[in-house]
Structure formats: structure tokens, C-alpha cells
């Protein structure tokens, strides 16, 4: 017979307690903690009884024969961009964000579009059936042949999608309100979601059919969100964006059948989320010309070079610390690019407030965006603007050394698409290669030689001055 023990589990992270705290060991998170039940068999070697044998598995050799089933496509070519040419078989996807960022609406234009080449069906949890219905004909999508139902009992769907006509695809929104019975525990806490995932997807890879599974993240990050699911999954997307922008950036931090840090562009309209297809002029539509303080970044999102604008501002402070607002980047990073502006360029902005935008609401993670971050910086100190025509990248060290980056020809044929003459990056290195015609590279071997480039007032370096030092004896 079973026995129940008590055990705390973090909402946020799913680490298991022996009893409560106030803040989580593993992941730091305070008043995460909630009382679950967890089921101790007594055949285990805790209770001496004798462990009960399984069915042996069936070895096959690593070479052999592979079955190559067709992706399943939505239609929407930054969705399918993003899981990497569409659906695989058998395969399971987690599609995380904030509440109303439009997850649900994407999702719907989705499943419309794969209803067209295969059987779909979308279970909703936490809607009627009517609302799904006032969301379809608002996104014209009423005539769509999607199969619609309202459940939260895990094993009603389970056992609605094991049976002989089962759909190709499952939408499953969302996770967070189902349920298997047999856990004391609430729906969305940590034992619920894992354990109601876990049955969606075995069954998924077991009968052939793509799951979908639609997975929220509090602001709190109180309700047990997508990262306890990662390593359930297939593919993990995360759709980010602000409710007050148009834009919702579906990104891939997880893919299986496809490349990571994929991103597709969307556009929230009044009809619903329509797909952006050049991203770059679309984030560069709205910028100013002759504007100091803002540069053009030529970065690289999965295998989709963009360019993006960093907006920097830089103003005197009467502060004893002074501030350092960051949105969209890094803010480590961005003191590292302090620091080593005024330790190896002599630029010094310890007295003064930065604030550093990446416009239009992408977040970028990539280290080639330092040179680009340097520049506005520079151009908002010394109230120089960076020309128009111009793209900045390259990774910055801590000696003030411009790295090369990967993927150079890729960024400067972008630029040169939108317009752009003149680039400013570090050497190709072992990558090499040519410029697009029309388009000039000047190479930034050091950080000095950007910063030289704006009428700013500098002192000499700690380092400078060593050198020159052992120079003269």
C-alpha cells in the first residue's frame, strides 16, 4: 500500500523541500513554497519489500532504416520558420508568455491553417466554446475545419486522443488548467503540470500525432510556468513582447527538428497577428535621421541576420550613484562596456545617468552588439551623431580589442538590402570574405579607434600612461 508524506515544492523552479521556508535553496525565489502530497510506494528499497520486475526493452542496432514523415505546415511563414519548416509527427511543442500577449490568438490562426492540410483539434481549458468561436469569426477564421472542445481532466483528452480517428495535431491551451486525478495537488502547481504533460506528450510520441502545449508566466513567476517543462519537450517558443507595442517577437530557445534563437516577427493588428516579413526595415521604419545617441546594429537572430537601433542617453547626474537603465540588453554587459571605456579610452561616464533602448521592443543577447552599444554611447556623450548610412558590429574584449564575428557576408548583405554604404566591424578573421557591392567596411581594430571618430573630450588611460612610462625609461 501507498503511503502519502508532505513535501514543499517551489513554484517556480519545481525544487522538492522537507519542509517549508520562506525563500526556495535552488532558485532564490521567496514565498514560492506550497504543500503537495507525494506517494512513497513501498516497493521501494526505503521499504524493504521487493522491487517488482519490468518488461525488458528492445534493442535495435544504430544503423538503420528512418521514417522521414512530412512536416505538418501552418501557412504562416514566420510560424514555420521558427519550428523549423513546420510540425514533425509525433513531436511536442511549449509555447510560453505572459498573460495576454496573444499566445491564444497566434495559436488559433495556427491551427486554421493547419486544418487546411490536416485533422486538427483545439482544446481549450480555460475558454467556452462560444468565446473560442467570437475569437474565430473576429480573425475571420469561422469556416475553419478546427475541431474545438473544452476540458481539464487530462484523462478525458487522453482518452478522446487515443482513439482510431484521432487528430494530426493537438493545441492544448493551456497547460497551467489541466488536471490528473490521483494528485491532491491544485491545477497549475508543479506536480499538476508535469504530471499532465508528461501524459500528453508519451501519448503524442506513442500514437503520432504533434501536441502543442500553451504554457503562461506570471509577472510574479509564482505559477509553475514552461521551465519546468523544457526537458519534456521538443521545442520550446516563447512569444515576448510588450501589450502596449504592435510587435510580438516567437522565438526558439529550444528546437529539436530546427535551429535555436529562430524568431519570427508578428505584427498585432485588428484582425489578429499578422506576420512581418522584413523584420529590419519594419524596427528601423521610425528612425531619426541625424539623431546622436543612436546607432544601427547588423545582428544575427537564428539564421536571420536583422538590424535593429540602439537609442543610448547620457546626461549629468546629481546622484550619488548614478542610474544605469538597460531595456532590451544586458545591463552587465552594459557596465562592461563602461568600464572599459573609460579604462582603456579614457571616456569616463561614472558621473553621469545612461539609459540604453533597443527599439521596438527586441531583446538582444547577442555579444557582436557591442561595438554598436559603444558607438551610441559615445555619439549621446559627445553629442555627435553615428552617419546615417552606417552599421556597427563586433564583439568588445576587456582590453578594448574588437573581435570579428560570425556570419559577417550575412549581416552586410542585409545593411546593403536596406540602403546602408558604410559598415564599421572588426577584421572577418578565418570567416574572410567579400563586401556586397556598394557597400564599404572600415575595420575597428580597438575601441580607440571608434571613439576617435567623435569630438568627445578624453583623458589619458591608466594604461595609456604605463606604457608610456616604460617607453621613456
Known amino acids: 500500500m501507498a503511503q502519502a508524506r508532505t513535501v514543499y515544492v517551489c513554484q517556480s523552479c519545481g525544487a522538492g523541500h522537507a519542509k517549508w521556508a520562506g525563500r526556495c535553496d535552488a532558485c532564490g525565489a521567496w514565498n514560492s513554497l506550497v504543500e503537495e502530497k507525494a506517494i512513497a510506494s513501498r516497493g521501494s528499497r526505503s521499504g524493504g519489500a521487493k522491487?517488482?520486475?519490468?518488461?525488458?526493452?528492445?534493442?535495435?542496432?544504430?544503423?538503420?532504416?528512418?521514417?522521414?514523415?512530412?512536416?505538418?505546415?501552418?501557412?504562416?511563414?514566420?510560424?514555420?520558420?521558427?519550428?523549423?519548416?513546420?510540425?514533425?509527427?509525433?513531436?511536442?511543442?511549449?509555447?510560453?508568455?505572459?498573460?495576454?500577449?496573444?499566445?491564444?490568438?497566434?495559436?488559433?490562426?495556427?491551427?486554421?491553417?493547419?486544418?487546411?492540410?490536416?485533422?486538427?483539434?483545439?482544446?481549450?481549458?480555460?475558454?467556452?466554446?462560444?468565446?473560442?468561436?467570437?475569437?474565430?469569426?473576429?480573425?475571420?477564421?469561422?469556416?475553419?475545419?478546427?475541431?474545438?472542445?473544452?476540458?481539464?481532466?487530462?484523462?478525458?483528452?487522453?482518452?478522446?486522443?487515443?482513439?482510431?480517428?484521432?487528430?494530426?495535431?493537438?493545441?492544448?491551451?493551456?497547460?497551467?488548467?489541466?488536471?490528473?486525478?490521483?494528485?491532491?495537488?491544485?491545477?497549475?502547481?508543479?506536480?499538476?503540470?508535469?504530471?499532465?504533460?508528461?501524459?500528453?506528450?508519451?501519448?503524442?510520441?506513442?500514437?503520432?500525432?504533434?501536441?502543442?502545449?500553451?504554457?503562461?508566466?506570471?509577472?510574479?513567476?509564482?505559477?509553475?510556468?514552461?521551465?519546468?517543462?523544457?526537458?519534456?519537450?521538443?521545442?520550446?517558443?516563447?512569444?515576448?513582447?510588450?501589450?502596449?507595442?504592435?510587435?510580438?517577437?516567437?522565438?526558439?530557445?529550444?528546437?529539436?527538428?530546427?535551429?535555436?534563437?529562430?524568431?519570427?516577427?508578428?505584427?498585432?493588428?485588428?484582425?489578429?497577428?499578422?506576420?512581418?516579413?522584413?523584420p529590419s526595415s519594419l524596427f528601423l521604419s521610425e528612425r531619426a535621421a541625424n539623431a546622436s545617441g543612436t546607432a544601427v546594429f547588423a545582428g544575427l537572430e537564428g539564421s536571420r541576420p536583422l538590424l535593429v537601433e540602439f537609442q543610448a542617453l547620457v546626461s549629468p547626474s546629481a546622484l550619488p550613484q548614478p542610474r544605469r537603465t538597460v531595456v532590451g540588453w544586458d545591463s552587465g554587459r552594459l557596465a562592461m562596456i563602461l568600464a572599459v571605456l573609460e579604462a582603456r579610452c579614457g571616456v569616463s561616464l561614472s558621473g553621469h545617468d545612461v539609459y540604453l533602448n533597443v527599439a521596438g521592443g527586441l531583446r538582444i543577447t547577442e555579444p557582436a552588439a557591442d561595438l554598436a552599444v559603444a558607438a551610441a554611447l559615445v555619439s549621446a556623450a559627445s553629442g555627435e551623431s553615428v552617419p546615417p548610412?552606417?552599421?556597427?558590429?563586433?564583439?568588445?574584449?576587456?582590453?578594448?580589442?574588437?573581435?570579428?564575428?560570425?556570419?559577417?557576408?550575412?549581416?552586410?548583405?542585409?545593411?546593403?538590402?536596406?540602403?546602408?554604404?558604410?559598415?564599421?566591424?572588426?577584421?572577418?578573421?578565418?570567416?574572410?570574405?567579400?563586401?556586397?557591392?556598394g557597400m564599404t567596411v572600415e575595420r575597428i581594430a580597438h575601441l580607440r579607434d571608434l571613439v576617435g571618430r567623435f569630438p568627445i573630450r578624453r583623458r589619458r588611460s591608466p594604461q595609456a600612461a604605463g606604457v608610456e612610462r616604460v617607453r621613456h625609461g
Open 51 to 278: 522491487r517488482v520486475g519490468g518488461h525488458g526493452v528492445t534493442f535495435v542496432p544504430l544503423e538503420g532504416e528512418q521514417k522521414r514523415a512530412a512536416r505538418y505546415t501552418t501557412g504562416i511563414g514566420e510560424f514555420d520558420r521558427v519550428t523549423g519548416g513546420g510540425l514533425v509527427p509525433g513531436s511536442a511543442i511549449l509555447v510560453g508568455g505572459d498573460p495576454g500577449i496573444g499566445k491564444s490568438t497566434l495559436l488559433l490562426q495556427a491551427a486554421a491553417g493547419l486544418a487546411a492540410r490536416v485533422q486538427t483539434a483545439y482544446i481549450s481549458g480555460e475558454e467556452a466554446i462560444d468565446q473560442v468561436r467570437m475569437r474565430a469569426e473576429r480573425l475571420g477564421l469561422a469556416k475553419a475545419g478546427v475541431q474545438l472542445a473544452t476540458a481539464t481532466s487530462v484523462a478525458d483528452i487522453v482518452a478522446s486522443l487515443d482513439a482510431t480517428d484521432r487528430p494530426d495535431v493537438a493545441i492544448i491551451d493551456s497547460i497551467q488548467t489541466m488536471s490528473v486525478e490521483g494528485l491532491e495537488s491544485a491545477p497549475g502547481t508543479v506536480a499538476q503540470v508535469r504530471a499532465s504533460a508528461h501524459e500528453l506528450t508519451t501519448l503524442a510520441k506513442r500514437r503520432g500525432f504533434a501536441v502543442i502545449l500553451v504554457g503562461h508566466v506570471t509577472k510574479e513567476g509564482m505559477i509553475a510556468g514552461p521551465r519546468v517543462l523544457e526537458h519534456m519537450v521538443d521545442a520550446v517558443l516563447y512569444f515576448e513582447g510588450e501589450s502596449s507595442q504592435q510587435f510580438r517577437i516567437l522565438r526558439a530557445v529550444k528546437n529539436r527538428f530546427g535551429a535555436t534563437n529562430e524568431i519570427g516577427v508578428f505584427e498585432m493588428t485588428g484582425s489578429g497577428l499578422a506576420e512581418v516579413t522584413n
Open 389 to 437: 548610412e552606417t552599421v556597427i558590429f563586433g564583439e568588445i574584449a576587456l582590453s578594448g580589442e574588437v573581435r570579428a564575428v560570425a556570419q559577417t557576408e550575412s549581416r552586410l548583405r542585409e545593411a546593403a538590402k536596406l540602403g546602408f554604404t558604410k559598415a564599421l566591424a572588426a577584421h572577418p578573421g578565418r570567416e574572410g570574405g567579400s563586401s556586397p557591392a
